[in-house]
């Protein structure tokens, strides 16, 4: 493997986009579990969304493209990595007001206005998060039962407001499976 390694022999990652590409991992690469994409700097991992997939890789190659391609929200460069971000607040101030906010570059509404988008901050925090992504995984033995309380588990621990998706509902408590996840430098 690439510069980084396995961390625990249940944590598979983290990997950068070159690693991605490194270990050919794609579209076809099917296993299911939890996972979690961000930016990786200054050595500290910013998570910025936890999901679920029967197919880890498909889904995050969905990720990468609906990411740089608009359909995601974009927070400033600086706000992706603060360790006290607070992105459901940016999501509620526009969602109110109809505003960008200070930290908010980007809120998909369904036009097409995202390429023709005056703001070169939005191509700059896209290149950042090119240039920084990570992700991890780990395998989830019996997926269709856990796979929604473990994302929860591991959403509510790193911290959901710190999050571009706001949906995990399910949290029992039991960290026990996403320990692993915990012991990267999350901001």
């Not at 929200?73 to 526009?94: A, G, K, M, Q, W």
């Not at 998909?108 to 991890?136: A, E, M, R, W």
């Not at 395998?139 to 591991?154: D, H, K, Q, V």
Request: net charge neutral; with cysteine.
């Amino acid at each position: 493997m690439n510069s980084t390694n396995v961390i625990t022999s249940n944590l598979q990652g983290p990997y950068s986009l070159n690693d991605l590409i490194f270990n050919k991992f794609c579209k076809d690469t099917k296993f299911s579990g939890i996972y979690m994409w961000g930016v990786k700097f200054n050595s500290a991992y910013y998570p910025i969304y936890v999901g679920k997939a029967e197919n880890i890789c498909e889904r995050i190659f969905q990720h990468i493209s609906s990411f740089t391609g608009g359909e995601y929200i974009i927070p400033e460069e600086t706000t992706l990595i603060d360790p006290d971000r607070n992105i459901s607040n940016l999501v509620f101030e526009y969602c109110n007001h109809g505003n960008l906010s200070h930290g908010l570059l980007y809120y998909p509404n369904g036009y097409f206005d995202f390429f023709n988008s005056p703001n070169n901050k939005i191509n700059q925090t896209l290149q950042f998060v090119k240039d920084n992504f990570f992700t991890c995984w780990k395998i989830t033995p019996n997926y269709s039962l856990n796979a929604s309380i473990e994302e929860g588990n591991l959403a509510y621990a790193i911290g959901v407001k710190k999050l571009i998706s706001s949906r995990y509902g399910v949290k029992n408590g039991n960290n026990h499976f996403i320990n692993d996840f915990l012991e990267l430098k999350i901001q």
